[in-house]
């Protein structure tokens, strides 16, 4: 993808994450003891803009190498998708995450997505993506079942 792609693809990003935190002002945020419904929403819209301005700042400020006597290659299709392997493997593990979370429950899911989507991203061993998973897993039950005293889908476990 050349810059001017990501440009583009950036500001839709920044647009989108806008338009989430306009949306999310219509709900209450509450108080740091009893946090609203916009709270988790903010956060994270607020860390998708911040993200999105980060990138665009590296790709508007890096500086522009002209490359003279390289020839574009012809890439094949078999090429493409043996690049693109990964990442159409990442989209079918959250697809399926979210078809199994009613199924096997928000924890359960959370914690395999975590241990897939780590190895998929490079992780050598077993062990770290375990212990993130896990961390993760733990992480969002104090998060949304004893802070947030909010429910989360337990599958089969219930």
Not at 59 to 77: D, H, N, W, Y
């Given at each position: 993808?050349?810059?001017?792609?990501?440009?583009?693809?950036?500001?839709?990003?920044?647009?989108?994450?806008?338009?989430?935190?306009?949306?999310?002002?219509?709900?209450?945020?509450?108080?740091?003891?009893?946090?609203?419904?916009a709270?988790?929403?903010?956060?994270?819209?607020?860390?998708?803009?911040?993200?999105?301005?980060?990138?665009?700042?590296?790709?508007?400020g890096?500086?522009?190498?002209?490359?003279?006597?390289?020839?574009?290659?012809?890439?094949?299709?078999?090429?493409v998708?043996?690049k693109e392997?990964?990442?159409l493997?990442?989209v079918?593990?959250?697809?399926?995450?979210l078809?199994?979370?009613n199924?096997?429950?928000?924890?359960?899911?959370?914690?395999?997505?975590?241990?897939?989507?780590?190895?998929l991203?490079?992780?050598?061993?077993?062990?770290?993506p375990?212990?993130?998973?896990?961390?993760?897993?733990?992480?969002?039950y104090?998060?949304?079942?004893?802070?947030?005293?909010?429910?989360l889908?337990?599958?089969?476990?219930?």
């Amino acid at each position: 993808m050349d810059s001017r792609n990501e440009v583009i693809t950036n500001i839709i990003l920044a647009l989108f994450g806008i338009g989430y935190l306009i949306y999310n002002s219509f709900y209450p945020l509450g108080t740091l003891a009893n946090p609203g419904p916009a709270v988790f929403p903010l956060v994270i819209g607020m860390l998708m803009v911040a993200l999105v301005a980060l990138q665009l700042y590296q790709l508007v400020g890096k500086p522009k190498i002209e490359r003279q006597g390289v020839e574009k290659k012809s890439v094949t299709f078999s090429q493409v998708m043996k690049k693109e392997r990964k990442p159409l493997l990442a989209v079918i593990v959250l697809i399926v995450y979210l078809v199994a979370l009613n199924w096997i429950g928000f924890l359960t899911s959370t914690f395999v997505l975590v241990v897939i989507s780590s190895k998929l991203m490079g992780a050598r061993d077993w062990v770290r993506p375990i212990g993130l998973g896990f961390g993760v897993m733990l992480f969002c039950y104090f998060l949304f079942e004893v802070w947030l005293k909010l429910s989360l889908p337990t599958g089969f476990l219930s």
